[in-house]
């Protein structure tokens, strides 16, 4: 998409009434362009790079635990109850939050625990009840790709600034397109395929465009399906969910603050998981890995969950710790309706939902907007006017302006974070930026 002004034919009368309406409302979307690509840029490529590292996260664990795997094993296997107290006992003071059933009998046992305030993963061995490995959870690779993804390890600021480029990065691409859209096309070359054989200057252009076009809705799919875990629009999305309902339970939260606070595993000092309730937790056949915590401390009831990162395969169920009785099942088509659609997404964007071609997918996507990203800057640089900031240069204010407002509005509406930073944008264009010479000049400003 034409991400750099310089690289679009702009019209090229004066400034005055001649100028019609739709070559403004080009010219004020192509500014638009300019800034979202400037500002989008660092971001794209960041989130691009650890959002393809983090598509291979089963691959990665499962190379990271394999020392965990195919265990030397003899003689008989220690109860459910012995392995968790011997994990506790490696951490005095720690109390119980899950069990991870062994994928296989060579496997070891994982525990997971509550300790000074962190989560840790403890592995033993399930035969000779040896303290395999002690890792807090927020340390592995995996989790702090994942927090980097999302809030740039800086917390909730960091949060809104990934959910803030997100959304400008809808912009981008909505305004891309306008941009690309043939209005005097003579075939296909340069709209859905790029001259390769032309000028520097188209073949730059086309090679922008037509790999932007191609990428538009894979890379739209990804922003909105990731807006569940955004802190203004989840947030938002979240509180609207919970108008007609005291408590909303989701399994995906806006920020790592708000997954340790919201519901989850509960922590508890002692748990009591019999052989019948575990023959019965692993007759359920629940895809793995399966979680099994507490639910109910005085009446011994456990929870047993499908954490599976293909969400429709995920799964619920309710078990009485000592007799094993069935008490409750959710699968996840008694999900509600939003859930399930946002869980389809969040497995889509993880690359998990159509196994290893979602995860090529993902990939060829995230490596297509690096490549635009670094497109969209040497078109800027080529072009860029020396002294200046190389931005399309503003009209005065007319009608197309009404149509602006409209637009904003509506970004406002569905994109809350843009429509407050376009607000913020425009206030300081008109009561600081406006007012300097130089830096009119600098950014085109009319």
């Not at 600081?432 to 130089?438: D, E, G, T, W, Y």
Request: glycine share 8%; with cysteine; aromatic share 12%.
């Amino acid at each position: 998409m034409n991400q750099i002004a310089s690289t679009v034919k702009a019209p090229t009368q004066g400034r005055g009434a001649s100028i019609s309406l739709s070559q403004r409302l080009y010219r004020t979307l192509w500014r638009w362009h300019f800034y979202a690509g400037l500002f989008c840029i660092p971001f794209v490529i960041t989130l691009s790079v650890s959002g393809a590292l983090y598509l291979f996260k089963p691959q990665f664990e499962a190379f990271t635990d394999r020392h965990w795997h195919n265990l030397t094993v003899q003689g008989q296997r220690i109860a459910v109850n012995e392995v968790i107290a011997t994990a506790q006992a490696s951490l005095p003071g720690a109390q119980f939050l899950s069990y991870e059933l062994p994928s296989s009998p060579r496997d070891a046992a994982l525990v997971n625990l509550r300790f000074e305030g962190q989560k840790y993963q403890v592995y033993v061995h399930p035969y000779t009840g040896e303290v395999l490995s002690q890792v807090a959870f927020d340390q592995r690779f995996m989790r702090q790709v994942r927090e980097f993804h999302g809030e740039l390890m800086a917390g909730r600021f960091g949060s809104i600034l990934v959910e803030l480029a997100a959304c400008w990065a809808v912009v981008l691409i909505l305004t891309g397109l306008y941009l690309w859209w043939p209005r005097n096309a003579k075939g296909l070359a340069g709209v859905l395929y790029p001259r390769l054989r032309q000028s520097k200057r188209i073949f730059w252009r086309d090679l922008h465009a037509v790999v932007g076009i191609w990428l538009s809705a894979f890379a739209l799919f990804l922003i909105v399906s990731g807006l569940p875990w955004a802190m203004v629009w989840g947030g938002a999305f979240k509180e609207v969910r919970s108008w007609n309902k005291p408590v909303v339970q989701q399994d995906w939260n806006q920020s790592r603050a708000d997954e340790k606070k919201s519901w989850g595993p509960m922590a508890v000092d002692t748990v009591d998981i019999s052989e019948q309730a575990l023959a019965s937790i692993q007759a359920l056949g629940f895809a793995p890995p399966v979680e099994v915590s507490v639910s109910n401390a005085q009446l011994n009831t456990l929870k047993v969950s499908s954490q599976n990162q293909n969400r429709p395969l995920r799964a619920e169920a309710w078990v009485d710790g000592r007799t094993g009785e069935l008490l409750r099942q959710k699968p996840f088509a008694d999900r509600p309706l939003v859930d399930r659609v946002i869980g389809v997404g969040i497995s889509a964007h993880e690359g998990h939902l159509f196994g290893w071609f979602n995860q090529l997918l993902g990939v060829l996507v995230t490596l297509g907007l690096v490549f635009l990203s670094v497109t969209g800057t040497i078109l800027w640089w080529r072009k860029k006017p020396a002294g200046r900031l190389g931005a399309p240069a503003s009209l005065p204010q007319h009608a197309v302006a009404k149509v602006v407002a409209l637009v904003i509005l509506a970004l406002g509406i569905l994109l809350p974070i843009v429509g407050l930073s376009l607000l913020m944008l425009w206030l300081v264009e008109k009561l600081i930026l406006r007012q300097i010479a130089f830096l009119r000049a600098w950014l085109g400003l009319a």
